[in-house]
């Protein structure tokens, strides 16, 4: 994690940090970040969408079966009764393992997209010219970071052959 940095003192010193603050390095468990802002899907007064499921083999449904019983346990997601649902698709990953995802495709066609303007790329590294460190976050399951409204959770709801769920957050 450190060994890129060749000054022993700055070293020593993100290394102070990191033992200090490793609970918020450790990806073991899912987090969620505690605020007051909640995800909206604004879908006006369409009627709800509802597409079946895809069909799945026994291998991919025993994947999917593991993947919906980790997002409960995790309180990621919930059982639902919405007349709202869209398909689950199991994505190969280049490592081999499995990323679990849904298919919104329908829900984003009748969703209101929100017009806040976002950062010209070129603008941000114009900002950072003088700048001698630099660091990333990357949120480990960026999305199961952020509350979804709670009335807006029955418009992510999806359908396995074991049940019906929806996002939490």
């Not at 899907?41 to 999917?64: A, F, M, V």
């Not at 689950?88 to 066609?109: E, I, M, P």
Request: charged residues 30%; positive net charge.
């Amino acid at each position: 994690l450190i060994e890129h940095i060749s000054d022993e003192k700055q070293r020593e010193q993100i290394l102070k940090i990191l033992w200090k603050y490793g609970k918020l390095f450790d990806i073991s468990e899912p987090s969620k970040i505690d605020i007051t802002l909640k995800n909206a899907i604004d879908t006006g007064t369409h009627r709800p969408i509802h597409t079946p499921p895809y069909r799945k083999s026994n291998k991919d449904q025993e994947t999917l079966n593991k993947e919906t019983d980790k997002l409960l346990k995790n309180g990621i997601i919930e059982h639902s009764t919405s007349p709202w649902s869209s398909p689950v698709v199991l994505v190969k990953k280049k490592d081999g393992t499995t990323r679990f995802c849904v298919d919104y495709r329908r829900l984003n066609q009748i969703t209101t997209k929100d017009a806040f303007p976002l950062p010209r790329i070129d603008d941000i590294y114009d900002q950072l010219t003088k700048a001698t460190h630099f660091t990333k976050f990357d949120f480990k399951s960026g999305y199961f970071q952020v509350p979804l409204d709670k009335a807006d959770r029955p418009k992510t709801a999806f359908s396995t052959r074991d049940g019906h769920f929806q996002f939490k957050v």
